[in-house]
């Protein structure tokens, strides 16, 4: 059982910086793969990146390469997502989730085993 708490969210300014971090509970953080995904109002969660184990395999949706970083320190049990350039459009809950397939990356939310509650990204233009 992997437990996710996320924070860092917050109310930005369109072309400012948040970093969101996901805190996991548990001995074996350094198994999962992990994700991270976000739903706006009146939209279907969607991908935005994700990580393999050791950090050495990454991936972003298309809508944010070159501005979202995502990253993990396995000693902290921790991944983050760095976030630059915001725009409006990036106004959503966003959510960090673990895949039990440590080496893979997954794009569906349906290939992940457990999520964190959410955190709220507003982004104003």
């Known amino acids: 059982q992997v437990q996710l708490v996320e924070s860092g969210g917050g109310l930005v300014q369109a072309g400012g910086s948040l970093r969101l971090s996901c805190a996991a509970s548990?001995?074996?953080?350094?198994?999962?793969?992990m994700g991270w995904f976000r739903q706006a109002p009146g939209k279907e969660r969607e991908f935005v990146a994700a990580i393999n184990w050791s950090g050495g395999r990454t991936d972003y949706a298309d809508s944010v390469k070159g501005r979202f970083t995502i990253s993990r320190d396995n000693a902290k049990n921790t991944v983050y997502l760095q976030m630059n350039s915001l725009k409006p459009d990036d106004t959503a809950v966003y959510y960090c989730a673990a895949d039990r397939t440590g080496m893979r990356i997954s794009y569906s939310d349906y290939a992940y085993d457990y999520w964190g509650q959410g955190t709220q990204v507003t982004v104003s233009s």
């Open positions: 548990g001995r074996t953080f350094s198994n999962y793969a």
